[in-house]
C-alpha cells in the first residue's frame, strides 16, 4: 500500500540534543498525525494537526502542518532516553475516502545517555 | 482517556485454527478498524468498520473477516489460520464519517501461527 515518505529513516542523537524528523506527500491532506511506537506496543498519539500552517506543542514536541498540506514536521527538543522509539506520522484526505489513513515509514530514534 | 483495548494482546495458534481479535473502544466512535504491521510493510489496513454491522474491506482482506454487533466492539476473525498470517495486528477507531479525525490503536495483538 501507499506509504508516505518519512526522514529521516533512523537516528542516534546525544541525550539533550533537539531532533526534527519530517513527512512528505505528493497529495494534499487535511489532517497530519503523529505516533509514538515503542517495540512490542501500539502507536500513541503524539500530536494532531488539522489546519495548514498550525504549529502545536505537547510537552517538548512540536509539530507543524505545512502550508503545501503536502508535509509535516515533527521536533523534539533537549531528548532523553525515553524517546527512544519508532516516530511516524499519518496524514489523511477528506477526498480519499474517510477510512484512507496513509501512514509514514517511521524514524527511528536512539538516544545515547 | 481515550481508550481502545484489545483482549489478547499474545496468542499462539496452529495452521488451520480459527482465531478471535476482540476490541473495544470507549469513545462512542462511528468507524473502527484493523490493520497488521509487518516489518518492511508499514501498517496495513485489512478492514473497516463505520457502523454497526457495516463493514468495508481494506487493502488486505483475504483470510480475514470481520463482525461488528456494537457500536464498541470490532472483531477481527482468522476462519483458518495460516502461518504467513503471524504479524502485530492493530486495531483502532475514529470518529466521524466525513471529516477526517484523529486515529487512536489500541496496544497490539502479536499472533504467532505455528
Known amino acids: 500500500g501507499q506509504q508516505l515518505n518519512q526522514s529521516p529513516q533512523s537516528m542516534f542523537i546525544q541525550e539533550g540534543e533537539d531532533v526534527s524528523m519530517n513527512c512528505t506527500s505528493s497529495?494534499?491532506?487535511?489532517?497530519w498525525l503523529w505516533y509514538k511506537q515503542d517495540p512490542g506496543e501500539g502507536p500513541v498519539l503524539l500530536i494532531a494537526?488539522?489546519?495548514?500552517?498550525e504549529l502545536t506543542s505537547n510537552g517538548r514536541l512540536t509539530a507543524q502542518f505545512g502550508i503545501t498540506r503536502k508535509d509535516s514536521f515533527l521536533n523534539i527538543s533537549a531528548s532523553i532516553p525515553s524517546d527512544v522509539g519508532i516516530y511516524f506520522c499519518?496524514?489523511?484526505?477528506?477526498?480519499?475516502?474517510?477510512?484512507?489513513?496513509?501512514f509514514g515509514t517511521g524514524t527511528r530514534l536512539k538516544v545515547l545517555a | 482517556d481515550v481508550k481502545v483495548t484489545q483482549s489478547s494482546r499474545y496468542l499462539v495458534k496452529r495452521t488451520g485454527e480459527k482465531v478471535f481479535l476482540e476490541c473495544v473502544q470507549d469513545?462512542?466512535?462511528?468507524?473502527m478498524f484493523w490493520y497488521r504491521q509487518d516489518p518492511g510493510l508499514g501498517l496495513r489496513l485489512i478492514y473497516f468498520?463505520?457502523?454497526?454491522?457495516?463493514?468495508e474491506k481494506g487493502d488486505i482482506p483475504e483470510g480475514y473477516s470481520v463482525s461488528r454487533e456494537k457500536k464498541e466492539r470490532f472483531s477481527l476473525i482468522l476462519e483458518s489460520a495460516s502461518t504467513n498470517q503471524t504479524s502485530m495486528y492493530l486495531c483502532?477507531?475514529?470518529?466521524?464519517?466525513?471529516?477526517?479525525?484523529?486515529?487512536?490503536f489500541g496496544e497490539g495483538s502479536w499472533l504467532t501461527v505455528v
Open positions: 483502532a477507531s475514529s470518529s466521524g464519517r466525513v471529516t477526517g479525525n484523529t486515529i487512536y
Open positions: 497529495s494534499i491532506f487535511n489532517t
Open positions: 494537526l488539522y489546519k495548514a500552517g
Open positions: 499519518a496524514g489523511h484526505s477528506l477526498t480519499s475516502g474517510t477510512y484512507k489513513y496513509i
Open positions: 469513545m462512542d466512535h462511528e468507524n
Open positions: 468498520s463505520y457502523d454497526v454491522k457495516m463493514k
